[in-house]
C-alpha cells in the first residue's frame, strides 16, 4: 500500500514540474517568437521612441510587441503622427515602410507640454496603497504632475481610474484600486 502511495505521489510531482515547465517554455516560446520576427526592429525603429508609455505600454518595444501579437492599436501612440500609424501599418502587412509618404495628417491640438513632477501627500491610509498600484511612469498623460498627484486626484474625486491610459494595461493593478476608491 505504501509502494502504491508513495508512486501516486511521485506521479503528482512529476507531472506538477511537467506542467510549469511546460507552461514556462509556451511563455518563452511566444515572447522569443515575437523577439525574432524579422518585423520587431523594424516597428521599433518606426515608433516615435519617446518610451512615454501613454501607449498602455512601458515603452516602444513594448508596443511593438504589442502590435506582433495582436492586441496593440498603434493609434494609441499619442506622439505617433498619421504617418507613424501608416507605416508601422505598412510594416505589419508586409510591405516596405519607406514606400508609404504620402499621408494627410488630421489635424491635431498643439502638443501638451509634459508637466513638472510634483511630490504631493494625501493623509487618506489608501493614498500610498494607490500610488504603489498605479505604473510609476509619472508621464503626466492623465493631466496630473505625476502618479502622486494622481492618487490624490482620484481621492478627492477630480479623476477617474479610467484617466490613467498606461494603468489600462494592468489590469489587476486598476481594478484593485477601483475597490479601494469605493471604501
Ligand atoms: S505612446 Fe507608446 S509607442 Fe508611442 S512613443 Fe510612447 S511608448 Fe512609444
Ligand atoms: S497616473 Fe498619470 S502620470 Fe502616472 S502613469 Fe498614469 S497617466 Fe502617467
Known amino acids: 500500500m505504501q509502494i502504491l502511495i508513495d508512486g501516486l505521489f511521485v506521479a503528482l510531482v512529476v507531472g506538477a514540474i511537467g506542467a510549469v515547465i511546460g507552461l514556462v517554455l509556451a511563455f518563452a516560446s511566444k515572447v ?54 501608416a507605416k508601422v501599418k505598412a510594416i505589419l502587412n508586409g510591405e516596405d515602410p519607406d514606400k508609404v509618404t504620402d499621408v494627410k495628417e488630421p489635424k491635431k491640438p498643439a502638443p501638451r507640454k509634459k508637466l513638472e513632477i510634483v511630490d504631493v501627500t494625501n493623509d487618506d491610509p489608501r493614498f500610498n496603497k494607490i500610488v504603489e498600484l498605479l505604473p510609476a511612469l509619472n508621464c503626466t498623460t492623465c493631466g ?4 502622486k498627484a494622481f492618487a490624490d486626484a482620484l481621492l478627492k474625486g477630480k479623476k477617474t481610474v479610467a484617466d490613467c491610459r498606461p494603468l489600462n494595461r494592468k489590469q489587476e493593478q486598476k481594478a484593485e484600486i477601483e475597490k479601494l476608491l469605493e471604501n
Open 144 to 147: 496630473e504632475p505625476g502618479c
Open 32 to 85: 522569443f517568437h515575437v523577439k525574432e520576427d524579422p518585423r520587431y526592429e523594424l516597428i521599433v525603429a518606426n515608433l516615435p521612441g519617446f518610451n512615454c508609455g501613454a501607449c498602455g505600454y512601458a515603452g516602444c518595444s513594448g508596443m511593438a510587441e504589442g502590435l506582433l501579437a495582436g492586441d496593440a492599436d498603434v493609434t494609441n501612440c499619442t506622439p505617433g503622427t498619421a504617418l507613424t500609424y
